[in-house]
């Protein structure tokens, strides 16, 4: 009797490890990616389709369920399948920047080429902005899931044309020119945000992809206007700021990193030029910039990421971990965080490569719910966090059917799928079929007559797998 209480008290002081998002510190991660696998940094210098030099920026496309992942100093940008970016040491399906994936060299200068790529951002319209940091602009690729090896780009900002590149020495700052681009985040809106780092601003692009080439900003916070530069230690300053990212609500959450915090700006979008932030973590108050290895500080944290159920995620670079703020909007200025990935407690800063480490944790990018993937870029690799892989999902439809006043009735099935959705057309948001994944039906109306319409099928699995297919629909 005596050991069996004494066995209960020591449950009952055992400390209890605080959960996030269905997520609980000091959680190792699952798979990774650059690496063969756990023990170390294997780069050699040969490249690869399955290498990583040293990554900051990774991007899920939630549609096709591919991954984006900056190789930044391999001067490239690498996509992997769906299947491939659950599975340890997988290679890339492609690369842009590069003719192909076993070439590294730097480009200026043109509209397939790339300079120290960091931040990633995937829209919604599956456009990939790329913040080509040595060259001064941000890169779009359009239908990025399918494009080729080495494809140009289609459109550009921080520069006038594909041929220019960032001026030397440092110039004036204006409202079309960046100097430094970092990263690159945006809304549901078609905005976009772009970190130009060492003018320590953000400018802001309403419409974004429909803008010209070299389209001027529409807006910028860190400064009063377009053409001030500097750093600040207040409450509308920044001190070479790193990642950002908007939330479901409009907010922008940004990783001001020299000053050792992260700064919120509601309703982003509407902020005058230079506004003030609404609330800071990290620190006590918008006049403090202390490092500290806490529950409450920062050091040097280099991106931040909004999940989908409004928890913050803070890439607290400087003390290799991951920090993750429940309800974050709803915190108090210098608020504690709720759980720490990469050390087994918020006081604890331990190097390796264990997959319950992280070394220089940089962008994180979510593919479903309970995974998401993190850059860990000193140790030149990419990790999984979530659960092991489901088998992935198939998927069985017709190839082709025909639509009579306008209405047309699609059946098919599919296997370790959780979900099957549908689109009509190139572009627009998916809609879910109805009935069961096994066995799912999708009724389409109001098909235009004496046109033929593509519908785009996907069936996605508990990993956030998907796998597609396409149904051609003549309308008669």
């Avoid at 300079?115 to 080509?132: F, I, K, N, T």
Wanted: glycine share 10%; proline share 6%.
């Amino acid at each position: 009797m005596k050991k069996l209480l004494l066995a209960a008290c020591a449950a009952l002081l055992a400390p209890i490890l605080p959960t996030h998002a269905g997520f609980t510190s000091n959680q190792s991660a699952t798979s990774l990616l650059g690496q063969p696998d756990f023990s170390g940094n294997s780069f050699n210098g040969t490249v690869t389709a399955a290498t990583l030099a040293s990554t900051e920026g990774c991007a899920f496309d939630p549609v096709s369920g591919k991954l984006f992942v900056s190789d930044s100093l391999s001067n490239r940008v690498l996509r992997y399948a769906s299947a491939d970016a659950f599975v340890t040491g997988s290679p890339a399906e492609a690369v842009f920047g590069q003719p192909d994936l076993t070439s590294n060299l730097a480009s200026s200068g043109t509209a397939n080429g790339l300079s120290y790529p960091a931040g990633l951002y995937l829209d919604g319209e599956g456009r990939l902005w790329v913040a080509d940091y040595y060259n001064g602009r941000v890169l779009r690729f359009d239908r990025a899931a399918t494009k080729a090896s080495g494809a140009n780009a289609d459109g550009i900002l921080g520069q006038p044309d594909f041929t220019s590149v960032r001026p030397t020495p440092f110039v004036p700052a204006s409202a079309s020119q960046l100097y430094d681009p970092v990263s690159v985040t945006g809304d549901a809106a078609g905005r976009i945000w772009v970190t130009d780092q060492s003018r320590s601003r953000i400018l802001r692009w309403d419409n974004a992809a429909k803008k010209a080439n070299g389209a001027n900003a529409n807006a910028v916070l860190g400064q009063p206007d377009f053409v001030s530069q500097g750093t600040a230690l207040s409450r509308s300053g920044f001190d070479l700021p790193w990642g950002m990212s908007v939330d479901s609500a409009g907010r922008l959450w940004v990783a001001d990193t020299n000053n050792n915090r992260v700064l919120r700006f509601n309703a982003a979008a509407s902020k005058a030029n230079g506004a003030n932030a609404d609330a800071v973590l990290g620190q006590p108050d918008f006049l403090t910039a202390n490092t500290s290895l806490t529950a409450t500080g920062l050091k040097s944290p280099y991106a931040v990421t909004a999940d989908p159920a409004g928890n913050v995620w803070v890439s607290d670079t400087g003390n290799g971990r991951l920090l993750g703020f429940n309800k974050a909007a709803t915190k108090t200025n210098g608020a504690a965080a709720d759980l720490v990935i990469g050390q087994k407690d918020f006081t604890t800063r331990a190097y390796g490569f264990d997959p319950n480490r992280l070394l220089g944790p940089a962008q994180v990018t979510f593919a479903a719910p309970g995974t998401f993937f993190v850059s860990d870029y000193q140790a030149a690799r990419v990790l999984r966090f979530g659960p092991r892989v489901f088998p992935a999902p198939t998927l069985k439809s017709p190839s082709k059917a025909t639509a009579r006043n306008g209405t047309v009735t699609l059946k098919g099935t599919s296997t370790n799928a959780t979900r099957v959705t549908y689109r009509v057309g190139p572009t627009g948001a998916f809609k879910p079929a109805t009935g069961p994944a096994a066995n799912w039906t999708i009724k389409l109306t109001k098909l235009a007559a004496g046109k033929t319409h593509r519908v785009t099928i996907t069936a996605t699995n508990s990993s956030g797998q998907t796998t597609q297919t396409t149904v051609t629909v003549k309308s008669l």
